[in-house]
């Protein structure tokens, strides 16, 4: 807009002359010649006139022009003072020669603007050899251009320069540009993506030492530096360090100044930087290097961590729990090896899922509710749970829910370990189940030595006692022979007793193993009948029926023997002991039925319970009118108990209903499986 401006102000200038110069020409000879005679002396006058006239018009408009320079001249000279850019002008005709050239020039290369107006080759000089190949065709052009410059001292600065073409009559004739120093900008950049490109090569797997000497050899390069050192100490205490020469070999500058170190320092870690001559300015280069000492522990620190991810990842996959890394919506991102074995679900499979693919149905959606709810409060979940496997078989697993929380403690996600206890759930059961029974068999144990002694105590020395006693008296002399021979048999009444009774003591704590065999039924209650004790009469037991099954024959006759004995003992004579034996193909219950019936007092259905305890009696007066062990239920219980038999206790009527008095004992026999030593 200005030179358009001044054009036409000046074609108004020269139009405003020959109009006043043409009226005054044309007034004043038209005046002179009319009223004037002497027709010299007037054309001298006009012309001086004329002259004074023209002369103070030049005047005034030599006085505007060289005000208006005047200003222009304190614009571009103080323009040129504030601005840090360095102006260049630059004519191609007659010969190329700099126009103009600001003052910036001296601050940023060093160089005066007299010495390139003497030298119009000094600013291609200036740009380095390995960037003057960019400034081909720049005489075209227009826009932004980044070179590295060389100044007077030989320091490396980066710039950024701008042309504009100059035309005369659509002829180009030279360049208007500026340059800016931008090497502070070109050096934070620069090392930023050094740094950038370190991240991504430690998160790409290369190992810290040679992507830290990728980044030394960088800044070598950037800085033009003769050595580049850089030392970092991760948090676990390991130290590493590198060291880059010069990139073209070339040795480290004589000038003291410029070899001495520069470092950037972080309290576990620095970068040590060796300038030479040509390298870019101290103070821009000591702003890099503290960040980059930070981001070379940054990497250290990246690396342990990448090494302990790694580390945890192997372990993962190694561990034989399942592992599972779910999103905060519960949407499953990974899982390992182990939880493919254990549930059949694969990691294509699973990803994107929901642990709902492993329900099983056992637990309720109340309790899953309440298990969503804990682990997005924050907290953890430990628990067994029954899970379903990919082929449908279920599994008892034992799981781990933790929440993983943000540095706000909001929950972004979990991690779920479980792992199958199936076996072990049925191990520690078992373990259960055999200690209960081992607490069983010390219960009683116990319970069979305080028998034992109750029944020593009191049950062995009645007949020991009249043993004794017999013996003792059938020692003296003259006695006569039908005491001799009342004793002798007392003394056989009381021996058989104490066998009974020691017998059945035997009988009620003996442990052995079982030890079956084919039993025709009918022949061993035949040979127990006769084996019983002389003073009870044999012939009064009606033995019916016939039977023949596996069984221990030694706890058969352990289990018969008392009740046919209490039978016998508990019922006047001559009143019947009936023994029947049904088969098991014949029995209601399916098994063996021994049913033995006797014609005695009965049982109180009060005193049942007692009868099963040792040492209880129906009749526990001193004038009971049958003895007996007080135990015979008792043995007879522990020998059914071993052979798997049921015992039952009801009066004579509830089998016989023509019986008004009497018990009935009622003895189912299972059919055990035969001793594999009998095979042998």
């Not at 607490?439 to 029944?455: H, N």
Request: hydrophobic share 45%; with cysteine; charged share 25%.
């Amino acid at each position: 807009m200005r030179p358009v401006a001044a054009r036409s102000t000046v074609v108004r200038m020269v139009v405003a002359y020959v109009v006043l110069a043409g009226s005054w020409i044309l007034v004043s000879d038209l005046v002179l010649f009319r009223w004037v005679d002497d027709g010299l002396s007037a054309s001298l006058l006009k012309g001086a006139a004329f002259v004074a006239v023209t002369a103070v018009l030049l005047g005034v408009l030599l006085h505007r022009h060289e005000r208006d320079l005047r200003r222009r001249e304190r614009e571009v000279s103080l323009f040129d003072e504030l601005s840090e850019d360095l102006v260049y002008h630059v004519r191609f005709e007659p010969e190329q020669h700099f126009v103009f050239v600001s003052r910036a020039a001296n601050t940023m290369v060093g160089y005066t603007p007299e010495e390139h107006y003497a030298d119009p080759q000094l600013g291609l000089r200036l740009v380095h050899p390995d960037d003057r190949h960019l400034l081909a065709g720049t005489t075209e052009l227009e826009g932004a251009l980044r070179l590295r410059w060389r100044d007077r001292d030989g320091r490396l600065l980066w710039t950024e320069q701008r042309n504009v073409p100059e035309f005369i009559d659509g002829r180009q004739v030279g360049i208007i540009g500026v340059a800016r120093d931008v090497t502070a900008q070109v050096l934070e950049e620069r090392s930023r993506r050094s740094a950038a490109r370190l991240d991504r090569a430690l998160l790409g797997g290369t190992a810290l030492e040679p992507a830290l000497r990728a980044l030394a050899s960088e800044l070598a390069e950037l800085l033009d530096a003769a050595r580049v050192e850089l030392h970092a100490r991760d948090l676990a205490g390991r130290s590493w360090r590198v060291e880059v020469g010069s990139p073209d070999g070339r040795p480290q500058a004589a000038d003291p100044t410029a070899g001495e170190p520069l470092a950037g320092r972080h309290e576990r870690g620095q970068v040590v930087v060796i300038l030479r001559v040509g390298s870019p300015r101290v103070d821009l280069v000591a702003r890099i290097l503290d960040p980059l000492a930070q981001r070379v522990v940054d990497a250290a620190d990246q690396h342990r961590r990448s090494v302990e991810l790694r580390r945890l990842e192997k372990a993962l996959e190694a561990s034989g729990s399942a592992v599972v890394l779910a999103a905060r919506d519960g949407t499953i991102e990974w899982v390992n090896p182990a939880f493919t074995q254990i549930t059949g679900y694969g990691p294509d499979e699973t990803r994107g899922a929901t642990p709902r693919v492993l329900k099983s149905g056992v637990q309720s959606s109340a309790f899953y509710d309440e298990l969503w709810v804990t682990i997005t409060a924050g907290r953890a979940f430990r628990g067994e749970l029954v899970n379903r496997r990919r082929d449908g078989r279920q599994y008892v697993a034992s799981v781990t829910i933790d929440p993983v929380v943000d540095e706000h403690g909001e929950v972004i996600g979990f991690v779920g370990v479980q792992k199958d206890v199936t076996d072990e759930q049925a191990a520690r059961a078992e373990l259960h189940e055999r200690e209960r029974r081992a607490l069983q068999r010390e219960r009683d144990l116990e319970r069979d030595r305080i028998m034992l002694v109750q029944v020593l105590s009191h049950e062995l020395r009645t007949p020991l006692t009249i043993t004794l006693g017999a013996a003792r008296t059938l020692q003296r002399d003259g006695l006569d022979p039908g005491v001799r021979a009342e004793l002798t048999a007392a003394m056989q009444r009381a021996s058989d007793d104490l066998l009974e009774r020691l017998d059945a003591i035997i009988l009620v704590t003996d442990d052995v193993p079982l030890r079956t065999e084919p039993v025709q039924l009918e022949v061993l209650l035949a040979a127990l009948i006769d084996g019983l004790s002389p003073r009870f009469d044999p012939a009064r037991i009606e033995l019916t029926g016939t039977a023949h099954l596996c069984s221990d024959p030694v706890l058969l006759r352990a289990l018969m023997r008392p009740l046919v004995d209490n039978a016998l003992k508990y019922s006047a004579p001559p009143s019947p002991v009936k023994v029947t034996i049904v088969s098991a193909t014949t029995a209601a219950s399916g098994v063996t039925e021994v049913h033995v019936v006797d014609r005695g007092p009965g049982i109180d259905p009060a005193l049942r319970d007692l009868l099963e305890q040792p040492l209880r009696q129906l009749d526990a007066s001193t004038t009971r009118g049958s003895g007996g062990l007080g135990f015979g239920l008792t043995a007879a219980r522990r020998a059914a108990e071993r052979l798997g038999a049921v015992l039952q206790i009801e009066t004579a009527a509830a089998q016989d209903p023509g019986a008004d008095v009497g018990t009935a004992l009622t003895v189912q026999l299972p059919e055990l499986a035969a001793d594999p030593a009998d095979d042998r």
